[in-house]
């Protein structure tokens, strides 16, 4: 097994685990609120932090990947993930609404440092003339991340049932520290550090491509988090009565079912693919939410739509993902990588943000169906940015 294979296993395993207790903790933390009597407003701004530090971390890690190196980023975002689920293992009436904020926004930073990592350390171990072999290493990580992810929803519904609130922090913070440890000594220890030390002012991409691109992907990720962060587990709950196992268990699947149309998103568009290709996906994308929306309001089966209709959209959500995260690997820099994948991947975290305060507002003031339409036309805004990608081929010179 070359080198290369053998980071690339480690920095994938790393990442999956970190996945699983991200996946798990977010639902516990929706359906144990919830369940105390959260409004899904409240529910959405005990998520605020998590987005908003997301951002800045994806801003400023990717400057300090670049400067101390990637393996190091990587392992202080799985320790702050510990130290997250350590602050929610507190007895219950510690879990004030400030206090779990300042928990997510703890995860939200390990979160984004552990990705920024995972994602820029697959470009340095793939030669830049083999950008097919660079398209599927992305998608088989970036797949496989939210097939666990979905497996993560489903084991926190089932943790928060089995082992109570408490029980399933103390227990997935230590499964963790585990995979800490074993991490500390696997890493290449130079990996994703820059030969010439970056300046803080370097930290905003000067890329035509990975700034149109960063906002292309912004609208994206709102579009998915307007209505799946609070709006679909709510609804799921009290509209259609499910407890927590078929929430978690409908949302685990459609976080697995998207993750493996991840990993074969190259069969699906081609090994190297472009602007035409985002474009077309998302415009295709656009018309479902607007479909299912459409569906509720003349009074369709409302399980048939939401459940159908979600199902479809994660496919297509799946490949334009697959995409967007093949296209900012390609068109990042060499040396240096972690400052573009960084600025790129804040914008998904600003994305994230705006898609978390949507969910909870419009979904408590206007129901399911205004946040379906608003998703529509944020990914309508994306295959709209995507017009402007450069006709230039991913992994040829875009400076």
């Not at 400030?98 to 552990?114: C, E, F, R």
């Not at 084991?155 to 997935?172: P, R, S």
């Amino acid at each position: 097994m070359s080198p290369a294979i053998r980071q690339y296993l480690v920095i994938t395993g790393n990442y999956w685990a970190f996945t699983l207790t991200d996946g798990a903790l977010r639902m516990l933390v929706v359906l144990h609120f919830h369940q105390l009597g959260y409004s899904p407003l409240e529910i959405a701004l005990l998520f605020i932090f998590y987005e908003f530090f997301g951002v800045v971390t994806n801003l400023v890690g990717g400057y300090l990947g670049a400067r101390m190196g990637l393996n190091r980023t990587m392992n202080i975002g799985l320790f702050l993930q510990i130290v997250a689920l350590a602050m929610l293992a507190v007895p219950a009436a510690m879990l004030t609404v400030p206090w779990v904020m300042a928990a997510q926004a703890m995860s939200g930073i390990a979160k984004d440092l552990n990705k920024m990592s995972a994602k820029s350390g697959i470009k340095l171990l793939v030669p830049d003339q083999q950008q097919g072999t660079l398209y599927k290493w992305v998608a088989i990580l970036t797949g496989s991340k939210n097939t666990l992810k979905g497996v993560g929803f489903f084991l926190g519904g089932v943790l928060l049932m089995a082992a109570g609130f408490t029980g399933a922090v103390i227990i997935m913070g230590l499964a963790l520290a585990a995979v800490w440890l074993a991490s500390l000594f696997l890493l290449k220890q130079e990996l994703g550090k820059s030969k010439a030390k970056p300046k803080f002012s370097e930290i905003l991409s000067k890329s035509r491509a990975i700034n149109v691109l960063s906002a292309a992907r912004m609208f994206l990720f709102g579009a998915r988090d307007v209505w799946f962060v609070v709006a679909l587990p709510v609804y799921l709950s009290t509209v259609f009565g499910w407890d927590h196992w078929q929430v978690g268990g409908f949302m685990a699947s459609w976080v697995i079912g998207y993750g493996f149309i991840q990993t074969v998103a190259p069969r699906i568009t081609g090994n190297n693919e472009g602007k035409q290709r985002a474009v077309i996906w998302a415009a295709v994308l656009a018309l479902i939410p607007a479909a299912i929306a459409t569906g509720l309001v003349v009074g369709l089966s409302p399980k048939i739509v939401v459940i159908g209709g979600l199902l479809l959209f994660g496919v297509l959500f799946a490949i334009n993902s697959s995409l967007h995260s093949y296209l900012i690997v390609s068109y990042a820099r060499g040396d240096g990588v972690s400052l573009d994948v960084g600025f790129y991947y804040m914008s998904n975290a600003a994305g994230r943000l705006l898609g978390t305060v949507l969910s909870g507002w419009v979904y408590q003031a206007f129901g399911l169906a205004a946040c379906l339409w608003i998703s529509s036309a944020l990914v309508a805004a994306a295959a709209l940015l995507s017009l402007m990608l450069p006709q230039t081929r991913p992994g040829a010179t875009l400076r």
